[in-house]
Every structure is written in structure tokens, then in C-alpha cells.
Nanobody
Framework: VQLQASGGGLVQAGGSLTLSCVAS????????MGWFRQAPGKEREFVAA????????YYADSVKGRYTISRDNAKNTVYLQMISLKPEDTAVYYC???????????????WGQGTEVTVSS
């Protein structure tokens, strides 16, 4: 599975962005999809994930209520809608694919190249 993330950019605090991740290669629909982020000087952290069968979702506490993950299997695409953005959301965001739904980055076998989100105060 090859993953291509896009949609990052510069936004003011309180603004919104929607990230997209397009998958190619193996059957996208059977993979759980996740978003992770890595801020400068920090470790990569889990943001959100969505299962492939029932669309079950997981969110990090820091983004719950502000971020929404969704997927369109027909388009091989997973989305991350982000609202009420805060400066602490600034990071490079990565999409990833895993055989099972998980919050652990170690369970993800395939990773996109990342898209940068900068939230100004």
C-alpha cells in the first residue's frame, strides 16, 4: 500500500483544515487507517484511527471533539477534518495503514510521507 497525504498548510488558531490520504496498491478497504503527528522536538503521537469493517473510530484525548476521521473506500481515501485548531496542533501529520485498528504506531505497516500543519496564534 502506498499512501499520499495532502491538505496541510498554515492556518490561524481557531481555523480548520481537512487532510486527505489517498491509498494505492493493495486493497485499501481491508486496512484500518490512522493519523499520527510529530511536532518539532517531540515523538510521533497517535491522533485518530478508523476501522475498515464498521468504521469504528479512535481519537486521542487532545483532539476529541475537534477532529473527525472518515474514509471513503470507493475513493481509497481517508480524511481528517480538523476544526478549532490550536498552536499546539502544529506538526507533521502522517497517515498510516494497519491490518487491525490500533492506537499503536507499531501496528501500522504502511506510512505516507506526511503533510505539515502550522497553526499560528
Amino acid at each position: 500500500v502506498q499512501l499520499q497525504a495532502s491538505g496541510g498548510g498554515l492556518v490561524q488558531a481557531g481555523g480548520s483544515l481537512t487532510l486527505s490520504c489517498v491509498a494505492s496498491g493493495r486493497t485499501f478497504s481491508i486496512y484500518a487507517m490512522g493519523w499520527f503527528r510529530q511536532a518539532p522536538g517531540k515523538e510521533r503521537e497517535f491522533v485518530a484511527a478508523i476501522g475498515w469493517r464498521y468504521g469504528t473510530t479512535y481519537y486521542a484525548d487532545s483532539v476529541k471533539g475537534r477532529y473527525t476521521i472518515s474514509r471513503d473506500n470507493a475513493k481509497n481515501t481517508v480524511y481528517l477534518q480538523m476544526i478549532s485548531l490550536k498552536p499546539e496542533d502544529t506538526a507533521v501529520y502522517y497517515c498510516a495503514a494497519a491490518p487491525v485498528l490500533s492506537r499503536a504506531s507499531s501496528r501500522y505497516d504502511y506510512w505516507g510521507q506526511g503533510t505539515e500543519v502550522t497553526v499560528s496564534s
